[in-house]
């Protein structure tokens, strides 16, 4: 297991190296979608790879744990029961009418009822959440693998990134919900899930029930609770305040990696 001080000596290396290797990165990914750069330039895929590392292993698995490792209690943090109606309505039913709407920028728009979720493929994986708050807990998730559900909708070649909006309404922000993105890198990771059980059972409530996303290479204000609705887009221009998610409204790191 990571001890605390590796944890903040890999955030400070993370931050120390974001403002220089951050604009290499950025550069090296978009020219690597493109035909030519794998062919001509194999040096500098290597350097990529290591500023990747450098900057806390993008390209990597996030660590997992074995059962004993459990916290007692997973606890909750920020919105423990959404105070909307509907979502209200959404709970006293047990779900039953709850549908994930798939859209934006994929050839098949898609309502996916839990049962539909998961007939998905799943992914089943214990790991560390860590709160910028300073608190962190080890849960066992299992979910749909957000790779699953993108080959069913079909991403459209100008999908940059995926967008969560979830049911918790919240003042400071133009969406009027929280919401939260990752970049198609992350959104095919394998440990990437859309968490219905937590610890063998049923997602809790304050924990996010009936959905909510894992995306383990980050902390915890990524991984959006009552997940609603999923919009694949180019960017995020037309959305609340711009930055691609609640807390980056109000100044968060978009890509929070441990
Ligand atoms: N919809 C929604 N998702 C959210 C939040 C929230 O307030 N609303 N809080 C975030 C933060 S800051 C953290 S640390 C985790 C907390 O998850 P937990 O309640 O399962 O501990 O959820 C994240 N996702
Ligand atoms: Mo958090």
Not at 106 to 116: G, I, W
């Amino acid at each position: 297991m990571l001890r605390r001080s590796d944890l903040s000596r890999r955030r400070f290396l993370r931050r120390a190296l974001s403002s220089a290797g951050g604009l290499v990165v950025a550069g090296c990914d978009s020219l690597s979608r493109s035909e030519w750069f794998p062919k001509v330039l194999g040096a500098g895929e290597e350097l990529n790879r290591t500023t990747h590392r450098w900057l806390g292993g993008r390209r990597s698995m996030a660590q997992e744990f074995a059962e004993a490792d459990l916290s007692p209690d997973f606890r909750s943090n920020g919105t423990s029961s959404p105070n909307s109606a509907p979502y209200r309505a959404l709970a006293a039913g047990g779900f039953a009418d709850y549908r994930l709407e798939v859209g934006g920028l994929v050839e098949k728009p898609a309502a996916l009822s839990l049962a539909e979720l998961r007939a998905l493929p799943s992914r089943t994986q214990i790991t560390r959440h860590d709160c910028v708050e300073g608190w962190s807990a080890i849960g066992k998730w299992k979910g749909a693998k957000l790779s699953a559900l993108l080959a069913a909708v079909r991403p459209k070649p100008g999908a940059r990134y995926v967008v969560f909006y979830c049911a918790d309404p919240m003042e400071a922000n133009g969406t009027g919900l929280y919401y939260e993105s990752i970049d198609m890198d992350d959104a095919y990771h394998p440990q990437t899930i859309l968490a219905y059980d937590l610890n063998d059972g049923m997602l809790p409530i304050k924990n996010g029930a009936p959905v909510r996303l894992r995306v383990e290479r980050q902390l915890g204000y990524k991984h959006a609770k009552y997940v609603m609705r999923i919009e694949l887009v180019e960017n995020f221009a037309r959305i609340a305040g711009g930055k691609g998610g609640y807390w980056e409204d109000q100044g968060y790191e978009w890509y929070a990696g441990i």
